[in-house]
Structures are given as structure tokens and as C-alpha cells.
């Protein structure tokens, strides 16, 4: 099998533009830890990956679910141990307003479910998101895409324009009376629902804008927009499929950026690659979400899920994971923002814990975004062993998210061959 | 730990009202092929689990699922060998008008995959479904679940009467001309929805109205239908969530009712239990919902699902499941249809391959379902070792759709529990 033989089956039997990462796509069979082995034998350091959080074929996680799909996997409607024990190890690691679980497969399961009960408790449809975000790919949750200013054709739904200090709202203000404008901005939405009468349900935000940026947000605006949202009636649902289990050095991108959230979705790195999401909610919210709904979700709240996702809290605990993230995402981020007064081109490098966004501009001036630069160095970056990607409104944000088993030497190894990059586009 | 309080404990954790099948619910804790075993070491014949197809705890499945993860499972942006193995192998099971595949992780994103693609491809944003039907539980495939004659809340959606022998829309017509009043309502569906302005995308049934009965359908319509959507400028969405992968004696549903769908979606028999879902349709359907939607599933299309996925292939073709569903169900339908005429609360018997159903009513005359006795029965053959449950409109169908691997053997023992619960029902 040719590498060009594989490309051409793959477009006739997954459909023309399924998407590829890099110019020259990678095939990749086999992965470890950080690294992953393209059909080549080349070694490559995987700064993107954040759902096999453990690491690439972790065996503690291998043999949880060898062991449990060798014993029972099967659907949720008889009482089985091991899901309410997990259930209750997630919720234990939130903060006291989160009491229930409802599992599901993908982050937009997931956040179909907390839309669904938003609405239910609420008895309102308004959902209210920011301008450049993604929650997911069904009809509802995608239609919160990349919203920009546009109306959303589902209906009753708002986007308001995500906090940040790069490219603020407006120039030449303080941060507090940044943040007020941002926050007047989602008043605008609210009142934006209420006069359509859609009434307003609830504000759904990664917790740390993962997709928008991350940017810095302005001091204080995470717990005033909780407030405010409260003061509104509406609930306020973290999406933590990117920022939560240990990603910003801290459990939850909420500890992070300082709210209290209603409900809490999670995703991408429960299993290890073994698709498990969940929302979770105080119980008289999931009670009523139970009994009004009918909920059911075949290959979710399965043993299969419950053994792997416990597989993948105790590696994370018996790793230290939580405290790997922090220490190494906080001297790596300290090196990277030492680049942006070096070189014009680097108009900033921010984020929190292993969730790191460069972000590469024409002129630190102008600020005005170069996307062909960054996909230029993603492929560059690539070309030396190492895996980022980008992301931003402007897909002008080299985006760095490995594993939680990422380590100061591969950190080191990657600043070696950024500043490579660096010195080949200065050439 | 008791079991009252593991009860009581999943009550808090996934919150009061989760799904729990029968009166005193089992704690399974163990599979094995066709067998159950609850926490007393209780075996019971599994007479309800469709989705561990190759039988629960499959050894072959085991191997592939550890092995794959042991070495890669990853997102699906690199090129891939397996995922394309896997696409190809689905895609060359189907009709030639099946080309291409998307996967996902469940029915319901498989479903939504399928709407969001026939709106593309259409321009339009109508979709007609059956009045008794469910597809699944996003925003828009549920509210299309259980629809009666109710409109959706999500409007662009028509529920048609599903065609059925026993209880015909009309009384007193040859089979062909209620077959034409079937199509009569579904032409008036289409019409209602060019009058609403969302004109008309795609009607979508499962190929043999699984949840509907399964009922016995008037010839000729399924074959009708799918002209009729035709010449209206639709398309037919077969959703093979149930009836497909071998489970009616041939491959797919729609072989056995005689049509050829322009979609289909499969999910859960497709990993024996890990989330998998795909959604094949047409090359240049495909090829359209790729470039407009960039649609993207983190844990799906991955060489976890591939490896999985063609193992379940592998151990069907093994273990010539495909005939064995044929031969078994086809032996254990005769011997059902023998009790009809002999009770007069046995309705109905009917079914394709390992999907039956019994029809439980309170009088042969009358034809009034009993729903109170469907659950009785369902308890008491779980008493005896045999886990059936129930569906239909009207929750009166004992509903008998055991794993592939079920046997002659199986069957039999089933029919002496039967026919002691009959005796005891008689007395």
C-alpha cells in the first residue's frame, strides 16, 4: 500500500475534504505516551492530542478495558457498580453545586443534554454563546459555530463577542471598564431573546474560551457574567470538554478563570480515546431531566465506560498529571512570552496550564493576523518531529495541547525547534 | 454493598428516574455469548441485548479492541489505514448506490449526519417520519421520537400513520389499496410541508419500523414509498440502527422489505459495545456534507472503531451469524404464530430474522392492547431466566431481539418458559 494509494481510498470511502491535518499528511500507526510513529518509523513529540490525556496506549487503561469488555458491556438500564462509582468520582471533584451525572458518547451529546435541561428547568429556549466558538456538530450545538454576528438559524440563540485584552472591544479603555463592556454586551443578548420571546435559558462558555483564543480575559468578567446571568434568571453551563481534567494545571478551567458554573459538560479526555461524555448538574436538575425526558443512550453509562474513565482518573492521580500540567505549561508558556518582544511577527503567547496559543501576526502594530504564517509553521513545526495545530477566530493561533504526560524535556526539545523556525523565517 | 444501596447510591449519582428495566431491576455483573449473570450468580438467557451482536464478552472483540488501543487511537486528521479498511468493508455490504461513509460515535449523531446532509444536498429543510417511530435523543432527531400527530417543536417535520396489517388505518380494504392509503397520508405529509414553506428533504423510517412493532407491513409499500419520495424531488434515509447488521436474516433491513434507501445510518451493533455509528450515502452526498460542514468527530472515524468494527465483521462472517439469525428466528416466529390462535390475549406474532414481536392484548376481538399484562410477562420470563422487553405504540409488544449468537437451543428453553407463563397466566 502506497501512501498515495491510501489517500485516494480514503477520499472515495470517507468522502472528498474528510479533513487531514499538514500539507503532506502524516500516517500515523503507532503511539506512546507523548510520541507518536508515522508509517515511516519517524518519531514525532504530540503537542495536540488532548484526549489520550495518559498518554498514547497507556497500559493501565489498556487492560482496564480489555479486562471489563472480557466481562460485561452492556447498556445502563440494569444497576451495575461500577458507573455509579465513577459517576460519583466525577462529581466529587466538582464544587458543591454539582451533584448528578447524565453520560453520554461525544461533547455534543453532551451538550445537547445540558441544553435540553437548561431549557427544561428554566421553562425558557434562549441560549446565549460567544461569537468564534464550537460546542459540537449537531444541528442545535452546530449552529453555535463560528457564529460571528450572524443569527443563528436554529433560532433563539445569541452570540456575544468573547472577552479578550489582545484585540479588545474597544481601545484605550481601563480592564474594569473593558470588562463592563463585554458584560453590557451580553445584557444586549439577553434583551435580544426576551424581546424575540424566546426568554432567556442560559450562557454556554468553555471556561476558558479554548476555541476563541484562549485569550486573557479580562479580570473579574467570569464571576460578574455568572452574576449577571443569575440576576437574569438563566443558568450558566461550562463547557470544560477542552478546558477541564487537569488541562489548565488546576481540575477545572472554572478554578482557573473563577466561576461557579450550573452544569458542568466534559468530553474529549474521559477515555482515554474511548468515547465518554457527561453532564453534570445539581440533582433536582438531572431529576427533572430524568423524568421528563426519558433519557437513554445505548453505548453510554456502560461498564465499559465506568472501567475506563476510573483507569483514567487514577493514572491522572497516580502520574500527578494535574500538577505535570501546571508546572510544565507554566515554564513553557514563561519561555514563549519571552519571544513576543523578540520578534515582531509574535504578536502574543498566552493560556493556562497545557492550553497554550501563540499568536502570529503580520506587525505586533497592526496585529493584523496571518494565518498563512501560522499554517506555515505548523507544517515546519511538523517537519522537525513536532505535532501542533491552530485554532482562533483568524486561525492565526498556533495551538499547543499535548497530553497531560508532556514533560519539560519535551518542552525544551520544541522551544530548540521553534526557535529553529524562528531563525529559517528571519532568514 | 447492598443492593439497595447501590440503588439508592445510582439514584444520587446519575439522579432519580434513570432508566431501570423490570419491577425489581438486576445487577448484571458478568456476559458471556448469549448469558447474563446478575450478582447472585443468577445465568439468564439474553433475549434483549441487540448491540453485543457477536455475543456479550466475544474474545475476538476483546483481542482487537486491546491491541488496537495498545498501539494507536487517535482522532481521524492523519491518514489511516484501518478506517478506510473498515469504510470500504461497510460500504461494499450495501447496495451500489452506497459509496461513502461517515462515521460517528452514535445513532443519534449518525442520524443527524444523515438530516443535516439530505438538507445540504436538497435545499430543503423538510423531513417526514413515522407518527410511533424513534430516532434518537439531539434537539431534532427527538423531537421527532413518539410524534403522534403532534407537530414537532422544531418544525420542518411531518409524522405519517407507520403502514401496518394489524391494526389498519382503515377496515375493510384489500392489502393493496390500504398500502395506497399509507401513501396517501405520506403524500399529505409532503404537501403540509411545501404549504409551510420548508418544502421537502427526506423521509427517514428504520427498514423494518423496529420500534413501531415491527409490523407487518402491505406489500408493495416500502417499494412504492421510496418512488413516491422520489418523484417528489426527496430522499429515503433508512435507519439500520436496528434491523441492520444482520439482524433480519440478511444483511439490511431494506434487503428484507425490498427497497433501496439513498442514506443509510447503522450504530449499535456495529463495536459489540464500543460507541460506533456511520451514516453512507452516495459519493457526491458525501463529498457535498464534507465540503460545507467540515464535519469533525473526535473519537470517531478512529483506529480504535476500525479495528473493533471489523472484528464484529469478522466474527458475523465466522460464525455465519447472518443465517443463524435467519434460522433461528425464522423456526421461533412459526412456533409463536402457532399460540396465537390458541390465546386469546397472544394478538399478534410477527418479526424479521431476530427481531420478533408478540402483540398482547385483552382480546383477539377487540384488539385492545395490554400493556399492564406486556409487563407482567416481561417480569415474569425475567423470573425464569429470560430477559425480554417490550415497545410498540402502544407498549404492549413483547420484544424479543437477542445478540446474533442466540441459538436453536436458546430458543426452545425460551418457548418451555413461555409456555409455563402461559399455563400460570391460565390458572
Known amino acids: 500500500m502506497t501512501y498515495s494509494t491510501l489517500w485516494q481510498r480514503r477520499d472515495q470511502a470517507l468522502g472528498t475534504g474528510a479533513e487531514l491535518f499538514y500539507d503532506k499528511p502524516l500516517e500515523i500507526v503507532r503511539g506512546e505516551g507523548t510520541y507518536l510513529f508515522d508509517s515511516e518509523g519517524n518519531r514525532y513529540v504530540?503537542?495536540?492530542?488532548?484526549?489520550?490525556?495518559?498518554?498514547?496506549?497507556?497500559?493501565?487503561?489498556?487492560?482496564?478495558?480489555?479486562?471489563?469488555?472480557?466481562?460485561?458491556?452492556?447498556?445502563?438500564?440494569y444497576l451495575h457498580e461500577g458507573i455509579v462509582t465513577f459517576a460519583e468520582r466525577l462529581i466529587a471533584l466538582h464544587h458543591d453545586g454539582i451533584e448528578s451525572a447524565v453520560f453520554s458518547c461525544s461533547g455534543t451529546e453532551a451538550v445537547e443534554v445540558a441544553i435540553q435541561m437548561a431549557r427544561l428547568v428554566t421553562g425558557h429556549k434562549g441560549i446565549i454563546c460567544t461569537d468564534a466558538t464550537y460546542h459540537g456538530n449537531s444541528e442545535l450545538v452546530g449552529s453555535m459555530s463560528y457564529l460571528g454576528t450572524e443569527m443563528s438559524e436554529m433560532g433563539h440563540i445569541r452570540a456575544f463577542p468573547f472577552p479578550e485584552l489582545y484585540r479588545p472591544l474597544e481601545e484605550g479603555l481601563s480592564e474594569e471598564q473593558l470588562c463592563d463592556r463585554y458584560l453590557a454586551r451580553v445584557e444586549c443578548s439577553i434583551e435580544s431573546l426576551k424581546a424575540e420571546g424566546s426568554d432567556f435559558a442560559a450562557l454556554i462558555m468553555c471556561s476558558i474560551f479554548a476555541n476563541e483564543g484562549p485569550p486573557e480575559i479580562p479580570s473579574g468578567f467570569m464571576e460578574k457574567v455568572t452574576k449577571l446571568v443569575h440576576n437574569e434568571g438563566g443558568l450558566v453551563i461550562a463547557d470544560e470538554v477542552q478546558s477541564g481534567y487537569g488541562r489548565t494545571g488546576v481540575w477545572w478551567g472554572y478554578e482557573k478563570t473563577h466561576f461557579l458554573p450550573d452544569m458542568v459538560v466534559t468530553g474529549k479526555p474521559m477515555g482515554n480515546g474511548l468515547p465518554i461524555s457527561a453532564t453534570a448538574a445539581r440533582k433536582d436538575f438531572v431529576d427533572a431531566f430524568r423524568a421528563q425526558k426519558d433519557y437513554f443512550n445505548t453505548c453510554a453509562a456502560t461498564p465499559l465506560q465506568a472501567a475506563v474513565g476510573m483507569a483514567v482518573l487514577d493514572e491522572i492521580e497516580r502520574l500527578d498529571l494535574v500538577r505535570n500540567a501546571s508546572e510544565v505549561g507554566d515554564r513553557l508558556i514563561s519561555k514563549l512570552k519571552e519571544k513576543v518582544p523578540e520578534h515582531d511577527w509574535i504578536g502574543d503567547a498566552r493560556g493556562f496550564g497545557l492550553f497554550l496559543g501563540v499568536e502570529i501576526v503580520k506587525d505586533s502594530a497592526s496585529k493584523d493576523p496571518d494565518a498563512e504564517l501560522t499554517l506555515l509553521l505548523s507544517n515546519r513545526l511538523k517537519e522537525k518531529g513536532f505535532l501542533v495545530s491552530y485554532s482562533g477566530r483568524f486561525n492565526n493561533v498556533l495551538k499547543i495541547r499535548p497530553?497531560?504526560?508532556?514533560?519539560?524535556?519535551?518542552?525544551d526539545a520544541f522551544l530548540v525547534a521553534f526557535d529553529e523556525c524562528i531563525g529559517e523565517l528571519s532568514e
Chains 1, 2 share one sequence.
Open 403 to 411: 497530553p497531560l504526560v508532556f514533560s519539560h524535556e519535551n518542552a
Open 46 to 77: 504530540d503537542m495536540y492530542n488532548n484526549v489520550p490525556c495518559v498518554g498514547h496506549a497507556n497500559p493501565a487503561v489498556v487492560k482496564a478495558m480489555a479486562e471489563q469488555q472480557a466481562t460485561l458491556n452492556v447498556h445502563s438500564r
